[in-house]
């Protein structure tokens, strides 16, 4: 894929344009809006490889927006916000998001996300790799690597980018406990810093999807103290 094309939304004119120059100026190709309803009109429009969206705005809200994008879309979602508070944190990542970013930030901690996002979802998320014919299967678990599926008892199951990584991850280790740093330094390509719930709510919405009871996981297991295995 030659040219990314990245969402930016936020109601504030100056923020937007901001961006626009931090990203324009790393070569990629920025198209934006201004509240939730425009965004939805210019995901629609046209192919785009992220989602950068602001929490609080009007007509729409970015978590509203996320939750309407992940109905059938998983291009990576960047919630930005002025709210710094875990629970608010948990509530961007519980809508779909795949990664948060607190404001102010600075131009290098946007493109260090932005890099991030774009490279696990074009190099090793659902945009690419269409080489790879691999299909792993685990009991009643199938992920096909080359179409970008995930099959739970024969059915198919929707994960966003982050969460098919996820499994993947697991899937070609089964039975090996994966701490929720290795987790986020293996999906996310970045250095992991208090990492715990980011990964924990992922790990939450994966189970939601696959298990027949997610307050008894049959697969997707937690090792309290370690981490996470994908083990029957």
């Known amino acids: 894929m030659d040219e990314v094309h990245i969402l930016v939304v936020d109601d504030d004119r100056e923020i937007v344009y ?14 934006t809006a201004y509240d939730g ?25 970015g978590l509203m927006a996320t939750m309407r994008i992940r109905e059938e879309n998983n291009v990576p979602i960047l919630i930005l916000s002025a709210k710094g ?10 809508t779909g998001a795949d990664d948060y970013l607190v404001k102010p930030f600075t ?4 493109i260090a996300r932005v890099n991030s996002l774009l490279r ?24 096909d690597c080359a ?5 739970v008892r024969g059915n198919e199951v929707k994960l966003t980018s982050t969460e098919m990584k996820i499994v993947e991850l697991l899937m ?8 929720a740093e290795e987790i ?16 924990m709510i992922h790990i939450s919405r994966i189970r939601s999807k696959i298990e027949i009871n997610p307050a008894k996981p049959e697969y997707l297991k937690v090792v309290w103290g370690i981490g996470y295995k994908i083990e029957k």
Do not use: C
Not at 172 to 179: H, K
Not at 188 to 193: C, F, L, P
């Open 184 to 199: 986020y330094e293996k999906v996310w390509n970045s250095e992991a810093y208090s990492v715990e719930n980011t990964v």
């Open 120 to 143: 696990r979802y074009l190099k090793l998320g659902s945009a690419a790799d269409i080489h790879n014919k691999e299909v792993i299967k685990y009991h009643e678990l199938e992920l």
């Open 85 to 94: 508070e875990e629970s608010d944190k948990v509530l961007g990542l519980s």
């Open 147 to 151: 179409a970008k599926k995930f099959f």
């Open 172 to 179: 070609r280790r089964p039975g090996r406990v994966y701490t």
């Open 37 to 61: 309803e425009e965004a939805m009109k210019v995901i629609q429009g046209r192919e785009l490889q992220l989602v950068i969206l602001d929490v609080m705005m009007p007509k729409m809200n």
């Open 107 to 110: 131009q290098a901690e946007l």
């Open 18 to 31: 901001i961006i626009k120059k931090i990203l324009t100026d790393e070569g990629y190709s920025v198209h």
